[in-house]
Antibody, heavy 120, light 107 residues
Framework: EVQLLESGGGLEQPGGSLRLSCAAS????????MNWVRQAPGKGLEWVSS????????YYADSVKGRFTISRDKSKNTLYMQMNSLRAEDTAVYYC?????????????WGQGTLVTVSS | ETVMTQSPGTLSVSPGERATLSCRAS??????LAWYQQKPGQAPRLLIY???TRATGIPARFSGSGSGTEFTLTISSLQSEDFAVYYC?????????FGQGTKLEIK
């Protein structure tokens, strides 16, 4: 059974940093692209970032480019998102989502999400 | 950026009836489109990928169609558990984008 368990969310001040983690199990982590998708309170979905299975290719939405960094550790079956220079508009539930192939396409399994709140 | 536009914003349908949800892309996608269902307080669930292929475990009453810029999700006979918000997502070019969602509510 595929399981994705996010952690690392919480309350942070504007300009601060957080690191999200996503522990994956139930599939061959190193064979699948991974993604972060967020949802602001009461709003729709926004695709934030993706990383290929090898880790060699990464993609970012313009809204987070230069501030967020996606990475993966195949020895720990874990996906990360380093979030710097946080802004109020980064407040959202952040979902870790598994890609169906080695290249980012669509997301076939999702975690339950971790809430990030940016506020002073 | 490819803009995805879903219509209608809210759809009221009675159980047992058919629901048709639309998604339009600002650029040609070929068939690189997915549909997701999201219930309150839950993560999204993949329903359809490649415009018309049902994901694992998705009931046959869900079907997707279309190509190019116009896509449709049809639910043939609504069950109580189908009332939710539905999103389309394009994965033809980065940044990947979602539609704003269609809320399917009980009439």
């Amino acid at each position: 059974e595929v399981q994705l368990l996010e952690s690392g969310g919480g309350l942070e001040q504007p300009g601060g940093s957080l690191r999200l983690s996503c522990a994956a199990s139930g599939f061959t982590f190193s064979s699948h692209a991974m993604n972060w998708v967020r949802q602001a309170p009461g709003k729709g979905l926004e695709w934030v970032s993706s990383i290929s299975a090898s880790g060699g290719s990464t993609y970012y939405a313009d809204s987070v480019k230069g501030r967020f960094t996606i990475s993966r550790d195949k020895s720990k079956n874990t996906l990360y998102m380093q979030m710097n220079s946080l802004r109020a508009e980064d407040t959202a539930v952040y979902y870790c989502a598994k890609g169906d192939s080695s290249w980012p396409l669509y997301a076939d399994y999702w975690g339950q999400g971790t809430l990030v709140t940016v506020s002073s | 950026e490819t803009v995805m536009t879903q219509s209608p914003g809210t759809l009221s349908v009675s159980p047992g009836e058919r629901a048709t949800l639309s998604c339009r892309a600002s650029q040609i996608l070929s068939s690189k489109l997915a549909w997701y269902q999201q219930k309150p307080g839950q993560a999204p669930r993949l329903l359809i990928y490649a415009a018309s292929t049902r994901a694992t475990g998705i009931p046959a009453r869900f079907s997707g169609s279309g190509s190019g810029t116009e896509f449709t999700l049809t639910i043939s006979s609504l069950q109580s558990e189908d009332f939710a918000v539905y999103y389309c997502q394009q994965y033809n070019n980065w940044p990947y984008t979602f539609g704003q969602g269609t809320k399917l509510e009980i009439k």
